[in-house]
């Protein structure tokens, strides 16, 4: 099968963090570094490359929102993310949280056990602009 659209990839990385729980992750700024320029080699990937380096929460989502209003439905996009994560305190429930530049890790834990809490008592989803949470 040909593809008619373009391929495009969206490498997101936080490698420094304003809470001290987040340790810094050095080779992180390398790995898109590197991961670009495979997804972009002509003979490899032919991919058109976007990085997005130590985003704010905001920022983080902005990036994704902007790069798949841009893509057409016959695109190849990718979409990696390199950084701190947080899962469920029970493994279950929301799944895995990113850690952004200014994410502290109180917040990312404390949006995830009001949702465990809320979800027994109500069908609602909180939201996921909170996950991400900026300084509270």
Not at 32 to 37: K, Q, R, S, T, W
Not at 67 to 89: K, N, T, W
Not at 102 to 129: E, M, Y
């Amino acid at each position: 099968m040909i593809r008619s659209g373009e391929r495009r990839a969206l490498l997101i990385g936080t490698e420094l963090y304003q809470d001290c729980r987040y340790v810094p992750l050095p080779s992180v700024r390398a790995d898109l570094e590197d991961l670009g320029a495979v997804l972009a080699e002509r003979t490899i990937g032919s991919f058109q490359v976007t990085r997005c380096v130590n985003p704010t929460a905001g920022r983080m989502r902005s990036a994704i929102q902007e790069f798949c209003a841009a893509s057409a439905q016959e695109d190849l996009v990718l979409i990696y993310i390199s950084g701190h994560g947080i899962r469920h305190p029970d493994g279950e429930g929301e799944g895995l949280r990113f850690a952004a530049s200014v994410t502290r890790a109180r917040n990312l834990i404390s949006w995830l056990v009001r949702c465990k809490d809320s979800s027994s008592r109500s069908t609602a989803t909180p939201s996921p602009s909170k996950a991400t949470g900026q300084n509270a």
